[in-house]
């Protein structure tokens, strides 16, 4: 069974468009976390949960927005998208904040055309 | 100044070798410090965290100098499995991550 799960493993999309990348955990996890990846491999943290509360919002535009309907879910939202957005975008998920319980998805690439 | 920073390799070595990374961080506050490694197109694994004494886990082992605000990852014997990209990590709840350096080992 897999720890993290994201859909869709892969994303093409047209400039302008809104698009949602899903991410679900069965640990049991109390915080969960979306990074991403640009090309140059710098993984940054956009956003982190904890008990559906958001923790840590880093400087991202507000075209992106988490939502974490429950524990085990955190999705991520994006409006009109740019080239920039451009990534590998990854949902992680710890027990209590840290690297020793964290788990992480296998990414989703987006593409933005 | 980057938050962390690594040299982005690439480092080809032949199987048997000894190979060091560095990294340096800007934050001095900072308390945890963490090696991970990824594979192309993977996720990022934790490979170790970096205690102040130094610590070992098998053929790797990484160090800390706070003085110096840097530290290192070591990598004895290497393994073709072992190449993949390692990344520098700073902080536990805000995580930092450095760029990765990228490893190949070969036969």
């Known amino acids: 069974d897999t720890a993290v799960s994201q859909t869709p493993k892969y994303l093409v999309t047209q400039m302008g468009n809104d698009k949602s990348i899903k991410c679900e955990q069965n640990?049991?996890?109390?915080?969960m976390y979306w990074y991403k990846q640009d090309s140059k491999k710098f993984l940054k943290i956009m956003f982190s949960?904890?008990?559906?509360?958001?923790?840590i919002n880093e400087t991202v535009p507000n075209r992106f927005s988490p939502k974490s309907p429950d524990k085990a879910h955190l999705n991520l939202h994006i409006n009109s998208l740019e080239l920039g957005d451009s990534a590998v975008y990854f949902c992680a998920s710890s027990l209590a904040g840290g690297p020793e319980t964290q788990y992480f998805g296998p990414g989703t690439r987006l593409l933005v055309l | 100044r980057k938050e962390v920073e690594q040299d982005p390799g690439p480092f080809n070595v032949p199987e048997g070798a000894t190979v060091a990374f560095n990294c340096t961080y800007s934050n001095s506050a900072s308390q945890s410090f963490f090696w991970y490694r990824q594979d192309c197109r993977k996720e990022p694994k934790l490979l170790m965290s970096v205690y102040s004494s130094g610590n070992e886990d098998g053929r790797f082992t990484a160090q800390l100098n706070r003085a110096s605000q840097y530290i290192s990852l070591l990598i004895r014997d290497s393994k073709l499995s072992d190449s993949a990209t390692y990344l520098c990590v700073v902080g536990r709840d805000d995580m930092r991550f450095g760029a990765g350096t990228r490893l190949t080992v070969k036969p």
């Open positions: 949960y904890n008990n559906k509360e958001l923790i």
């Open positions: 640990l049991g996890h109390d915080t």
